[in-house]
């Protein structure tokens, strides 16, 4: 017989560790499945200088890894695995990882989102280096500096209007000459005196992975075919968010780009109907915060959720 845990957590992110530390100190033993990208995006990033409570700030690494070992303290099982198969048909719900077959009376997903990157190696090697994916994270090493954001969505414009207040100068790239971005977005981008728009242009390599810092962008238009360098000391990637959800399709209720629905903040349901026992927090159900204190606060309330649903059905 399967033993039937209390709770299992999907993610190592900062969503689900919080999960973890609230769960495990109210005495559920939770098991957290570190998944694909284990401690999530901040395991990428590197100084994080608005996590209340470091002042000085505090390395993404280090902060991710403060977390488990805060979980781990109070009994969380942390398990290098990740989902193959889930049904939430009926609970206890049943899981089927890369290491076996789990029961649980609660799920809590918080199985994040991942930056689209662009693909390129160079880009990948400099991630962390001038690279990134989160101007609210990184705008602000870039003070007096120029920069280029690339993505033709609201995203990328907010980035670059964003990016104003540390750059010096600006760049959008956009692939194509018709921008998906709202027309408010794109005027204030356009109307912006720091930022300069090219359109149809993609970039081929970031320059720098010997000097272990981002110089430059090749750049290529593709109406000309013309290829050039653009100098600049940063880029960031504002080409949108995947959600990790799409397992769940089907069996809870998903928005037209994936996110996981949520009521009463972290509650998931299916056909409008609220699932018992399943929880979602963090990047995976947030599209629009995306901040690490607010995947933590809603990791803790999926938590607070699971403890008061076992309590009320007697476990
Ligand atoms: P999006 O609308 O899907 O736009 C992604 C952009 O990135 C597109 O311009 C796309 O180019 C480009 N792109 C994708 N893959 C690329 C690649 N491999 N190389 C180069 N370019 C690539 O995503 P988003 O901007 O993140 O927005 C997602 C949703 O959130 C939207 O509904 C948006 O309105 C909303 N949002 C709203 C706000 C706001 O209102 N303040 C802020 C952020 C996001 P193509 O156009 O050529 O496909």
Known sequence: MTEIRSTVILGSGCAGLTAAIYSA????????????????????????????????????????????????????????????KIDLSGNPFRLETSTGEILTRTLIVASGASARWLGLESEQALIGHGVSSCATCDGFFFKGREIAVVGGGDSAMEEALFLTRFATKVTLLHRRASFRASKIMLERVMAHPKIVLRANTVIEEVLGVEEKEVKGVRLRDVTTGEVTTLAIDGLFLGIGHEPNAKMFGGQIDLDDDGYIRTTGNVLTTRNGVVVPGVFACGDVQDRRYRQAITAAGSGCMAALEAEKFLEEQGH
């Open 25 to 84: 100190r109210a005495g559920l033993n939770p098991l957290v499945l570190e998944g694909h990208e284990p401690g999530g995006q901040l395991s990428i990033t590197t100084l994080v200088e608005n996590f209340p409570g470091w002042p000085d700030g505090i390395q993404g690494p280090e902060l991710i890894d403060n977390m488990k070992r805060q979980a781990v303290r109070f009994g969380a099982t942390l398990e290098l695995a990740h989902l193959n």
